[in-house]
């Protein structure tokens, strides 16, 4: 019961480990409960459910007596450290905004609201990345290190 983040926790755990391709096989299923929900809503939506609680744990269930769903995952480098992710990575200036909401968390998903007019008001910040891309080779199922390219 998370959100996106706990998932994205869980898929680095599994990853990191000696046995990652056998830990991947372990199914997660997902109890909508964060503030983002986009991978299990994208679940969701293609399974032709409508978004809710209840229809997640169905989803999971269903997956477990039956064909499961993989999804893609991408990698991310920084400093030799690799973070795999899926739907979406934040870098700077969201990924600072939604850190420091945390704070607040209590007050609900208006504190992304207000820290990013704060942000933008009082923050002349910049945010340097090199960026490269890999295409997917559909025939090639293992787990690059990616840590190499450029």
């Not at 990013?116 to 787990?143: V, W």
Request: with cysteine.
């Amino acid at each position: 019961m998370s959100g996106d983040g706990l998932v994205s926790e869980a898929l680095n755990g599994l990853v990191s480990r000696e046995d990652a391709k056998n830990a991947l096989q372990i199914p997660i299923g997902i109890i909508p409960c964060g503030s983002g929900n986009t991978l299990i809503g994208t679940i969701l939506c293609y399974s032709h459910e409508d978004y809710s609680i209840l229809n997640a744990a169905f989803v999971f269930v269903k997956g477990l007596y039956g064909p499961s769903q993989c999804i893609d995952a991408g990698l991310c480098t920084l400093s030799d450290v690799n973070f795999y992710f899926f739907t979406s990575f934040n870098f700077g200036y969201v990924n600072d905004v939604t850190f420091e909401s945390e704070l607040v968390r209590r007050i609900g998903d208006i504190r992304f609201t207000f820290f990013a007019i704060g942000k933008l008001l009082l923050s002349r910040h910049a945010y340097k990345a090199d960026i490269s891309y890999l295409p997917h080779d559909a025939d090639d199922d293992t787990i690059e290190d990616m840590s190499d390219s450029s």
